[in-house]
Nanobody
Framework: QVQLVESGGGLVQAGGSLRLSCAAS????????MGWFRQAPGKERELVSG????????YYADSVKGRFTISRDNAKNTVYLQMNSLKPDDTAVYYC???????????????????WGQGTQVTVSS
């Protein structure tokens, strides 16, 4: 059974940093796209960043480019999201997701992803 378990959320002041982790288990994820989504109250779930497990290619939403960095550790089956220069607008529940359709690009809609973590709250105070 596939499990994605996020950790690392919390409360931070604007300008601060957090690192989210997503530990994946239950199958081999080679070929998968791993994504970090976020959802703020009253808003749709949006793709923040993605990474191809096979070759490490990455995707970033315009709103986080230059501030967030996604990476993976194959040995630990873990994906990370380093978030720097955090802003109050980054406040949301952050979800890790896995997509198995072997697409070349990065699907940006939530329904394209097959597996989800439980989410971790990130709150940025002004």
């Amino acid at each position: 059974q596939v499990q994605l378990v996020e950790s690392g959320g919390g409360l931070v002041q604007a300008g601060g940093s957090l690192r989210l982790s997503c530990a994946a288990s239950g199958r081999t994820f080679c070929g998968y796209t791993m994504g970090w989504f976020r959802q703020a109250p009253g808003k749709e779930r949006e793709l923040v960043s993605g990474i191809k497990w096979s070759d490490g290619r990455t995707y970033y939403a315009d709103s986080v480019k230059g501030r967030f960095t996604i990476s993976r550790d194959n040995a630990k089956n873990t994906v990370y999201l380093q978030m720097n220069s955090l802003k109050p607008d980054d406040t949301a529940v952050y979800y890790c997701a896995a997509e198995s359709a072997l697409r070349v690009g990065f699907p940006t809609t939530a329904f394209a992803y097959d597996y989800w973590g439980q989410g971790t709250q990130v709150t940025v105070s002004s």
